[in-house]
């Protein structure tokens, strides 16, 4: 290390500067745009006049770097001089935080020495790093991921002196489905209630690579002992551990810790049985415990999703507001993952940052018009609408679009638009148009007049479901 960043080490401490910081930036920048953008940078390191500052989303880093690098830079430079040229990366999910360190990496925090992380300036350690956000708190469960949830809660919760009951868990779903989120509960929840607890997180990728490395330097018995004093081991993405030789250790390691009475955590994409790549002993191993599927997610954890995003956006920026309108849309326009979702709602706040225009439904809809699959923007159209509202409710076409005002003609009417908003990216005033020219503030109070029926009637909300289903078929 050159003497110029000897000299940064010294003279420069990382909370002091990043305070300093912070608070330049938040005068700079105004209190909404720091708020939603600034809060989750982190500085690193200092190396050759470079300094490094990590985001936890690629989009982050992205938005940031195309229009605040060089403040950014000017920022740092006026505290450290020795600063000309800013790195911004993509942290590790759970990388550990920089603010009880210097600005070389240095740490002096041993609040977690059982829990197995890794990062780049934390080369000796062999885990892959644990994520703070991923805890049972934050997870929101319904019926697809309910056994899933109870059995990791079992995993992290033993009765005391009790026996294994579950060994392996295997836990099998979909991209996104929150695998991962629930071997990071699990750890964290370990480590709260039993801090001697030995805890290694590992993906497959890392276990792959790090054995592979032990084979190339002809060190695998140091390999072996990284896993020797392990009590629980939790291994993602089981799906991608290639290779015979990596199989072979990995089931000797598995064999050595389940008759050891040690617990042990796996997550794939595939259920035991479909994993191709493993022999048939392996496969009969890890189904030997309990097999957890999660299934896609429905529309109820979805809406639980943005809710828990929105109220962690909340707690940095109260002047964010987004119905509960937006909500159901997102919910039910985005279904691919809970991923995909948290992309969504980020999205929306960032359009809503850079014009100023309040986050409606409308707004939502332009925000990810290209997130949503052709097959869901051209499945469902006011037609469809007007056509399942006319058969199901046994009035005409004519009946719904004209201005009768009976009530066994404005209860279908008033359906038909609250569905033609939640399923359509049609705007009020074109909703209003296409339901025989009615103004948007008709629109608008059949929406939130339908929307308190559905709250407030169990057989209501199931029967406006059960359109909503016949209308996506």
Avoid at 22 to 38: A, C, M, P
């Amino acid at each position: 290390m050159d003497s110029t960043v000897n000299n940064v080490k010294k003279n420069y401490n990382i909370q002091d500067t990043w305070k300093i910081v912070n608070k330049t930036l938040r005068i700079q920048v105004g209190e909404d745009l720091y708020n939603s953008w600034f809060t989750r940078l982190e500085p690193h390191k200092i190396e050759n006049g470079i300094l490094t500052l990590s985001l936890p989303t690629l989009f982050l880093k992205s938005w940031i770097k195309s229009r605040y690098n060089d403040k950014l830079l000017e920022i740092w430079k006026a505290q450290i001089p020795e600063i000309n040229q800013i790195d911004l990366r993509v942290r590790n999910h759970g990388e550990r935080k920089s603010d009880s360190s210097d600005l070389n990496g240095n740490t002096s925090d041993n609040s977690s020495h059982n829990l197995q992380f890794t990062d780049e300036n934390h080369s000796n350690n062999n885990g892959t790093p644990l994520d703070r956000r991923y805890t049972f708190n934050n997870y929101v469960v319904g019926r697809s991921n309910a056994l899933a949830h109870a059995a990791a809660m079992r995993v992290a919760q033993p009765q005391k002196n009790a026996p294994i009951e579950f060994n392996p868990l295997y836990i099998h779903g979909p991209v996104g489905t929150g695998k991962t989120h629930l071997l990071n509960a699990i750890a964290w929840e370990t480590k709260a209630r039993s801090p001697d607890r030995n805890i290694l997180f590992l993906s497959a990728v890392r276990f792959m690579s790090s054995f592979v490395e032990a084979v190339k330097s002809k060190d695998t018995i140091s390999f072996k002992k990284i896993f020797a004093d392990v009590d629980l081991l939790l291994i993602d993405d089981m799906q991608f551990l290639q290779g015979k030789a990596v199989q072979q250790e990995f089931c000797h390691i598995f064999n050595a810790l389940d008759t050891s009475k040690h617990q042990i955590v796996i997550a794939g994409d595939s259920p035991p049985s479909k994993l191709e790549m493993l022999d048939d002993r392996m496969k009969s191993r890890l189904s030997g415990g309990l097999v957890a599927q999660i299934g896609p997610t429905d529309f109820d954890i979805r809406r639980g999703i943005l809710e828990k995003k929105l109220t962690q956006t909340l707690r940095g920026n109260t002047r964010i507001e987004i119905s509960s309108a937006v909500l159901d849309f997102l919910a039910r326009r985005i279904q691919s993952s809970g991923r995909e979702l948290e992309g969504a709602m980020n999205r929306i706040i960032a359009a809503h940052s850079l014009n100023k225009r309040p986050i409606t439904v409308e707004e939502a809809a332009i925000s990810i018009q290209d997130l949503i699959s052709e097959e869901q923007n051209r499945q469902i159209m006011i037609e469809d609408v007007l056509r399942t509202i006319s058969g199901h409710f046994n009035v005409t076409r004519q009946d719904i679009l004209s201005s009768r005002r009976h009530k066994t003609i404005v209860y279908p009417r008033q359906i038909g638009m609250y569905l033609a908003k939640i399923l359509t990216s049609r705007s009020l005033p074109e909703i209003g148009r296409k339901f025989g020219g009615r103004d948007h503030t008709t629109v608008l109070h059949a929406v939130r007049k339908i929307e308190r029926l559905i709250q407030n009637d169990p057989s209501i909300k199931s029967s406006i479901a059960s359109l909503e289903n016949s209308l996506k078929e």
